[in-house]
């Protein structure tokens, strides 16, 4: 009999506040067979860490010696090193508690969130599984299956990152108990075939089991989905693949074509390997792109003037109910979600246009875009990647949206390039990979990174992107953000010699040019038949105003005035809608009618008569009528 | 321009105001909207404009028209527009011929 046979089984649950080495336990995260996985907040690195604290009890109804068990489990993680992978970080033995310490990742599970938010986009899952393949590659090359992928094993950190975890069934080829590979492990929906026949778990299991996985994440169910154990085998030993576009009827064929391969009966139909599996699912990931890239690539008669022809044509947002009830807009007027249409009226489409033609010039590397965060800059990175996203690769990002120091992993996932380390090596990885499409004839691919802030812990990792540009071709940069770019890459230490890089202004309205971008669009918006809404001609001057000139700053006023005249009833919009309208953010979709505000006996106030003279004085035009007016 | 005094003052003409042609408020009498009716007049005087040029009129000089019980008479004087609103509408004839003359239109 082992000596563990002799340990007490304790609450491995009750430790909450507890401390083991370094780590004080907080609450439990995670429940298995082989143990507990407890939030701990390493109190030496001051940094969280997950702390799995092992079951006695699943050690030995597997057989094993506890502690050589949990020793060899944690001996195996440590072999391996891979961004893919969870990370361990320790393992130790504390009177009857053995426990291993890993790094936290602080997101749902897949499993977890495919029950919360439903099947993912196939970008999303495809994207999952390329990173689960990755690291699965990385386990076999280390001899180690891991005999458990399943959905919630694949732990989906910040920035669309997926790790896989838990690697407490993983059977190490050289370990001690290849004598019971034998030993069904795993858990059902995921199982192979092979391992339900009592084979010895394979890489090719694994790939199976991740091909479940993925088919779990596109659909939102595993593919075999019994009433029973024994229906589950059945299903999984004899039952044909199910097609997943019975369930997810716009699944693009490429997905399904892969679970077919990685869900084949036979371990040798399968892929040949995980990274066969990654090179597969990572062509779904540039088809995907490349689909969306030719809808946009539908061509269209030059627009005049010479404005950049619309590469993408989605159908325009439909109007908020009320605004449609109310006053027979049938489409979103002032929608800034569509890219395309507010980029097509000076000045923001001579912007544009200076931006594409920048771009496109041979010498021009990095392009700096400057404006203000309501200066529509969002919008316009987005319209300019749907310009070129046709005719060259566009790796498009916004930094707010990405944790820190995620650039480059984001880039290198989005390029396909091979998952990384080190910044550096992430850099070289890049080039490396968008290099091979330049020497293959491609046109240099355009990397466009939206809301960088120089003051932000990213920003090291811009300037490492823009300069790795700049030094090797490989690719273009546009960068936007607010004005001072240039002069903060310059001294971050990137140099870059004259005529390789373009500065540009998102410009501002002006107040005769705010008035035409409503009417536009309200013209635009209106359904057949329906009468004319008018925006008076001192609204139109304090809009102007109240804007700033910005863009989505307008498009929000202009909206709220939609509203406020709905509520009213009425078709013109005046000086009272634009300055009740410029109080709030968009209220379309927050706000029923009935409880917008209703205009004073009395418009308007002297303060804002002071205001608007002021508008009028700075139009050339004479004050607000007093006198014999009622007004005073 | 300003409101004709020898239309002000007339007991028929309930309100008045002159906008400019784009519908800016110039001057406003009896008129508690002033600003969205001189909107409205803006619109009308250029859209009833672009349909006289259509059905081969010339350029707009004046335009009346007459509700259950009200009338109104638009007048172009320059770049500016003056509107009357009437009451009883059957007196909107006899205003027309006034304003017409106040801002210097002269019939052929």
Redesign the interface.
């Known amino acids: 009999m082992p000596e563990s046979r002799a340990y007490k089984t304790p609450d491995l649950a009750g430790l909450v506040g507890a401390k083991l080495g370094n780590y004080r336990l907080e609450r439990v995260i995670g429940r298995g067979r082989m143990g507990v996985v407890y939030l701990a907040q390493d109190e030496a690195l001051l940094r969280p860490t997950a702390v799995k604290v092992l079951s006695w009890r699943a050690a030995e109804a597997n057989g094993h010696d506890p502690v050589q068990w949990f020793l060899a489990e944690a001996r195996l993680i440590a072999r391996l090193n891979h961004p893919r992978v969870v990370q361990i970080y320790g393992a130790a033995r504390q009177a009857e508690h053995c426990y291993i310490a890993m790094e936290y990742v602080p997101g749902p599970s897949a499993e977890a969130a495919v029950a919360q938010g439903g099947p993912l986009s196939p970008e999303r899952a495809t994207d999952a599984l390329a990173q689960a393949a990755a690291a699965l590659h990385a386990a076999h090359r280390s001899g180690i299956v891991h005999r458990d992928v399943k959905p919630a094993n694949l732990l989906m950190g910040a920035g669309g990152v997926v790790k896989l975890g838990d690697f407490g069934m993983a059977l190490g080829s050289a370990g001690p108990w290849t004598g019971n590979a034998h030993l069904r492990v795993g858990t059902p929906y995921y199982t192979a075939p092979e391992v339900w026949s009592g084979e010895a778990a394979t890489p090719a299991s694994d790939i199976y089991s991740l091909g479940a996985s993925y088919f779990q994440l596109l659909t939102g169910r595993p593919p075999y989905d019994g009433e029973d154990l024994a229906a589950i085998e059945q299903a999984h030993l004899r039952a044909p693949v199910p097609d997943p576009r019975q369930l997810v009827r716009d699944l693009p064929p490429a997905c399904a074509a892969l679970l077919e391969r990685a869900l084949a009966k036979s371990p040798r139909a399968r892929h040949a390997s995980a990274e066969v599996l990654l090179w597969d699912a990572r062509r779904i990931l540039q088809d995907l792109a490349s689909m969306r890239g030719s809808a946009s690539a539908v061509p269209l008669a030059p627009a005049p003037d010479g404005e950049p022809a619309p590469a993408e044509r989605r159908p325009p947002p439909p109007a908020p109910a009320p605004l449609a009830r109310a006053l027979g807009l049938v489409r979103r007027p002032f929608a800034d979600v569509d890219p395309e249409e507010p980029y097509r009226l000076d000045p923001l489409a001579t912007v544009r246009r200076m931006l594409l033609g920048a771009v496109e010039d041979p010498s021009t590397m990095l392009v700096t875009l400057a404006g203000s965060g309501r200066s529509g800059r969002g919008a316009l990175c987005r319209a300019v990647a749907s310009d070129l996203g046709a005719s060259r690769r566009v790796l498009s990002v916004s930094l707010d949206e990405l944790p820190a120091g995620g650039l480059l992993e984001h880039l290198c996932r989005a390029a396909g390039a091979p998952d990384e380390h080190a910044e550096e090596a992430r850099a070289n990885a890049l080039v490396e990979r968008l290099s091979e499409e330049r020497r293959a004839g491609a046109p240099p691919a355009l990397v466009i990174a939206d809301a960088v802030d120089p003051a932000s812990g990213s920003f090291a990792a811009v300037a490492r992107v823009v300069a790795a540009a700049l030094w090797t071709g490989a690719y273009k940069v546009v960068l936007a953000g607010e004005p001072g770019l240039a002069a903060a890459l310059a001294g971050a230490g990137v140099d870059f010699p004259g005529g390789r890089a373009v500065e540009l202004e998102i410009p501002r309205f002006r107040p005769e040019e705010t008035a035409r971008y409503v009417r536009t669009w309200l013209e635009a918006a209106l359904g057949r038949g329906a009468p004319p809404i008018l925006l008076s001609a001192d609204a139109a001057l304090l809009l102007a105003r109240r804007s700033e000139g910005e863009v989505e700053r307008l498009n929000c006023i202009a909206e709220n005035m939609l509203m406020l005249a709905a509520a009213e009833r009425k078709r013109v919009l005046t000086t009272w809608h634009v300055w009740a309208a410029s109080d709030g953010e968009r209220w379309a979709e927050t706000r029923p009618l009935s409880e917008m505000p209703r205009p004073p006996a009395h418009w308007p106030p002297e303060e804002v008569v002071l205001l608007i003279d002021a508008c009028r004085r700075s139009a050339g035009l004479d004050p607000w009528p007093r006198g014999a007016s009622p007004l005073d | 321009m300003t409101?004709p005094p020898l239309i002000?003052k007339l007991p028929e003409v309930k309100s008045a105001l002159v906008s400019?042609r784009?519908?800016?408020?110039?001057?406003?009498?009896?008129?508690?909207e002033?600003?969205?009716v001189?909107?409205?007049v803006?619109?009308l005087s250029s859209t009833l404009g672009e349909a006289g040029d259509e059905l081969g009129l010339g350029h707009l000089r004046r335009v009346a028209f007459n509700g259950p019980g009200r009338g109104g008479v638009i007048a172009v004087a320059g770049a500016e527009l003056v509107a009357a609103f009437v009451e009883p509408p059957s007196s909107v004839a006899s205003i027309e011929k006034l304003l017409a003359g106040a801002v210097g239109q002269k019939e052929a």
Do not use: D, K, L, S
């Not at chain 2, 784009?22 to 508690?32: D, K, L, S």
């Open positions: 409101i002000a400019t784009q519908g800016g408020v110039v001057e406003v009498m009896r008129e508690r002033g600003e969205r001189a909107a409205v803006g619109f």
